[in-house]
């Protein structure tokens, strides 16, 4: 609680989405649409990105990758750069496969913890000092570069909501604008209720990702649903479906999501649904900016 409030003393914008969210849940998912319409999106779309910090998500990454671009989803992937270098060979082969990467830092930023098998967070941006963190971006990119010969144009930071105060990304946009980024996506889904499916800071595009439409302060990922949420994927099967019935009606959207490989590459039901989002899917965050004539 005493963080929560921290926050919304820091970012009161910030504590309004959040109110909003939990007392209008309604009318935050239609200010969604009207924001999206209001960027240029004319029709739905939709982003696919997997967060791959354990070796867990890289023994499965290039079946389930298989998986996806046979139904027609190519997905993104923000690899850390020391989980990317010690499954080298399984990331070369999605990236000859046409695999887009986003920088996703360099070291190691996620355990498994050998008695419970949970995933435990090890490494945070806001805990170490900007110089830190600032050199781990430009180790990022260097492994993207060496292992995969790819000149990333995106950027996400590890662990959503713990690096997000005004001064962090104010700072973190306008380094990676520094490095040649166009884009970002490290921002939690309160972010597009306050500015929309994506806007421009520092020269930076920023995607927040996508909520649930029945929470739309709660992030639509495999973490919180899955791994948080009783260890069934029924949860997110729902969230998913409500967007894809809100998308085959034609309404402007943007659905940004990212998943862990490890929690859903087992899971047929899971990768079925995901196959019928094909029609709208995008295969970077360029295509989306070049669809609602942004640039």
Known sequence: MLDKLRKAVGDPGLAWAWAYTRMRPKQAVQRSVALARRAGLRKPHFVLSFDCDT??????????????RSS??????????????????????????????????????????????????????G??????????????????????????????TPHFASFETPRDLSTLWQFLSELGYRFSSSTRPLFGLRYGPFFTRAGIVEFPVSGCLSEPGQILDSWGLIRNGGGTSQRLLDELQ???????????????????????????????????????????FASILGQADHG
């Open 72 to 125: 027609g989803v190519s997905p993104l992937y923000a690899v850390a750069g020391e989980v990317l270098a010690a499954a080298a060979d399984e990331y070369r082969a999605i990236a000859r496969d046409g695999a887009v990467f986003l920088n996703h830092g360099f070291r190691r930023h996620a355990a498994i913890d050998s008695a419970s098998g949970d995933v435990i967070s090890t490494y945070f941006y």
């Open 242 to 284: 409500a967007y894809l019935s809100v998308m085959e009606n034609g309404q402007p959207s943007l659905l940004n999501l990212y998943l862990d490989p490890a929690d859903i590459a087992a899971d047929e039901d899971v990768l079925e649904l995901l196959a019928r989002f094909a029609p709208f899917a995008a295969a970077d």
């Open 127 to 156: 805990a170490v000092p900007t110089a830190e963190w600032k050199a781990d971006i430009r180790h990022g990119d260097e492994a993207i570069g060496d292992i995969l010969d790819q000149r990333p144009d995106g950027f996400r």
């Open 55 to 68: 070796d867990a998500d890289s023994a499965v990454v290039g079946a389930m990758h298989a998986k996806l």
